[in-house]
């Protein structure tokens, strides 16, 4: 996998992904990352990449020619996709996250300030995503998790592959509930079911700790497991 990010802030994007997993990950071959500044790429003397809005209003707005540019100079794998971090965006989920995997090469367009000149969008056409109904600073922190998640799905990132089999939402279930050493800390104890052996009643176990926790703590994603269940 090829994760292309565009943004003002690539030491944001290069300090997260040489850290702990992402960064063993990264060595490892399992994705490569490339950072374009549009800065880099602006006709302005002054390196300037916004500008006032047209007809008024707080803030600054994105300038098109540096972000139009910068992504052409990206080259551009047969098997890619380009996406654009916005609240505006679809959301995104699991499913969504499998989707992406199976693609070779991700471009993402990272914003600031009031956003992005629409034009940005009707020139390059990007598939916009969004990581929740709230606004932040910049599209980095999107872009990091979009980076994140897919990479969880790519075998060669996680000790086992199987770690991301498990995971909450995998199932349309959140994940169950997970114990260590001690057996007993503070009088909390691990359940007897897991200190068996009996992976029979373990995966039993698990199972129905799933749809408990879902059902109180996501009434919606059960409901939803219950009508794909029929």
Same mark, same amino acid.
Request: proline share 5%.
């Given at each position: 996998m090829r994760f292309d990010v565009l943004t003002l802030f690539p030491e944001f994007i290069e300090s997260y992904c040489n850290f702990s997993i992402?960064?063993? !990950?990264?060595?490892g071959e399992v994705f490569t990352l490339n950072t374009v500044n549009p800065r880099d790429f602006t006709e302005d003397k002054h390196k300037k990449?916004?500008?006032t809005p047209?007809?008024?209003? !707080?803030?600054?707005? @994105?300038m098109p020619q540096p972000f139009v540019d910068a992504y052409d100079s990206v080259e551009k794998l047969e098997n890619s996709i380009t996406v654009m971090l916005s609240p505006q965006g679809e959301p995104l989920t699991e499913n969504l996250v499998l989707d992406l995997a199976k693609y070779d090469q991700i471009i993402m367009l990272c914003g600031h300030y009031e956003g992005f000149d629409e034009r940005i969008r009707e020139i390059i056409k990007p598939k916009e995503l969004s990581i929740g109904d709230f606004v932040l600073?910049?599209?980095e922190l999107p872009a990091l998790c979009l980076i994140d998640s897919v990479s969880r799905k790519i075998d060669g990132t996680l000790g086992k592959i199987e770690s991301a089999e498990d995971?909450? =939402?995998?199932?349309? @279930? @959140? &994940?169950?509930?997970q114990?260590?050493?001690?057996r007993d800390f503070r009088g909390y104890k691990v359940p007897e079911v897991l200190l068996n052996g009996?992976?029979? &009643?373990?995966?039993? =176990?698990?199972? !129905?700790a799933q749809i408990e926790r879902t059902k109180q703590r996501r009434?919606?994603?059960?409901?939803?497991? @219950?009508?794909?269940?029929?």
């Open positions: 992402m960064k063993r !990950a990264k060595e990449v916004d500008d047209y007809g008024g209003g !707080a803030g600054m707005v @994105l600073t910049g599209g995971d909450s =939402f995998s199932n349309g @279930l @959140l &994940e169950y509930p114990y260590t050493r001690p009996n992976h029979k &009643e373990i995966n039993e =176990f698990r199972n !129905a009434p919606d994603l059960y409901e939803k497991y @219950l009508k794909d269940s029929i």
